[in-house]
T-cell receptor, first 113, second 114 residues
Framework: RKEVEQDPGPFNVPEGATVAFNCTYS??????FFWYRQDCRKEPKLLMS???SGNEDGRFTAQLNRASQYISLLIRDSKLSDSATYLC??????????????FGRGTQLTVWP | ETGVTQTPRHLVMGMTNKKSLKCEQH?????MYWYKQSAKKPLELMFV???????ENNSVPSRFSPECPNSSHLFLHLHTLQPEDSALYLC?????????????FGPGTRLLVL
């Protein structure tokens, strides 16, 4: 079973739409979760951390559901510039996985005018 | 942005060639990483260096050989690669091993093995 699983999409939405991505992780004891963004043919960049209480950064809201072992990212009022691949990242917490980042395959988003 | 740089940006090599990828970070970080990104696959961690010491080798074939002469530079030496090694190779750095969630990635080297 993969450590981190994401729906690869693609998600194609019009400007102004609200879109949500989910990600599931296999290690129930994982403690740290993040969303990275990767633009086409560019490197990944940290978008935001994900906390149990949920956190918001402008139009972006991240949520963590420990019971169901999934993480979500909500983007409101989508902009053309939001078009990218969104990578779910989990940090392993024990043994050989301690401190290691596990990346999902990424979910591709295209926002059209 | 010039925090983490990688050269070359593109590389085409034959299976018998020897080449090296270079990564340099200007952020004062102590941990550096090599990742492989293949199409339709998640990023795969290859090597981790913390304070110039290799702390992780994620079962990478010996045809990939990393070198970290100092905290700012990281190399990946390539020798007798296979076509399936064609991928985007990303270098990243973080303050140290314990803060690796805030990794800064370089632009990558897109490698094609013929």
């Amino acid at each position: 079973r993969k450590e981190v699983e994401q729906d690869p999409g693609p998600f194609n939405v019009p400007e102004g739409a609200t879109v949500a991505f989910n990600c599931t992780y296999s290690n129930s004891a994982s403690q740290s979760f993040f969303w990275y963004r990767q633009d086409c043919r560019k490197e990944p960049k940290l978008l935001m951390s994900v906390y149990s209480s949920g956190n918001e950064d402008g139009r972006f809201t991240a949520q963590l559901n420990r019971a169901s072992q999934y993480i979500s990212l909500l983007i409101r009022d989508s902009k053309l510039s939001d078009s990218a691949t969104y990578l779910c990242v989990v940090i392993g917490d024990r043994g050989s996985t301690l401190g290691r980042l596990y990346f999902g395959r990424g979910t591709q988003l295209t926002v059209w005018p | 942005e010039t925090g983490v740089t990688q050269t070359p940006r593109h590389l085409v090599m034959g299976m018998t060639n020897k080449k090296s990828l270079k990564c340099e970070q200007h952020l004062g970080h102590n941990a550096m990483y090599w990742y492989k990104q293949s199409a339709k696959k998640p990023l795969e961690l290859m090597f981790v260096y913390n304070f110039k010491e290799q702390t992780e080798n994620n079962s990478v074939p010996s045809r990939f050989s990393p070198e970290c002469p100092n905290s700012s530079h990281l190399f990946l030496h390539l020798h007798t690669l296979q076509p399936e090694d064609s991928a985007l190779y990303l270098c990243a750095s973080s303050q140290d091993r314990t803060l690796q969630e805030t990794q800064y990635f370089g632009p990558g080297t897109r490698l094609l093995v013929l």
